[in-house]
């Protein structure tokens, strides 16, 4: 069983950094992508930015948040990260780590916690 273990999240003034990391654990040879995705209070989940495993790293942000985060990672670590710069308080949400085998299955962490407020 994959497991995937979020950290990062805290509370940050708007216009503040956070950097979100989250480390795979278990069989995860065939990981076709990793990714992070948040759900605001009320909202709907939505996806912030994938990475792929294959394909030259591919990479794939939010438009509206293109300009403020960065997705990387680190093969032997097994581990994402997500460098979020200048946060507004909309951004506060649960940031959930995600991670996609090549043969589709799916597997989600549990989400950490951010709270951009003054």
């Known amino acids: 069983q994959v497991q995937l273990a979020e950290s990062g999240g805290g509370l940050v003034q708007p216009g503040g950094s956070l950097r979100l990391s989250c480390a795979a654990s278990?069989?995860?040879?065939?990981?076709?992508?990793m990714g992070w995705y948040r759900q605001a209070p009320g909202k709907e989940r939505e996806m912030v930015a994938i990475?792929?495993?294959?394909?030259?790293?591919?990479?794939m942000y939010a438009d509206s948040l293109k300009c403020r985060i960065t997705i990387s990672r680190d093969n032997r670590e097994n581990t994402v990260y997500l460098q979020m710069n200048s946060l507004k308080p909309e951004d506060t949400a649960v940031y959930y780590c995600?991670?996609?085998?090549?043969?589709?299955?799916?597997?989600w962490g549990q989400g950490t916690q951010v709270t951009v407020s003054s």
């Open positions: 995600k991670l996609v085998r090549h043969r589709g299955q799916a597997f």
């Open positions: 278990g069989p995860i040879l065939d990981t076709h992508a």
């Open positions: 990475i792929r495993f294959a394909g030259g790293d591919r990479i």
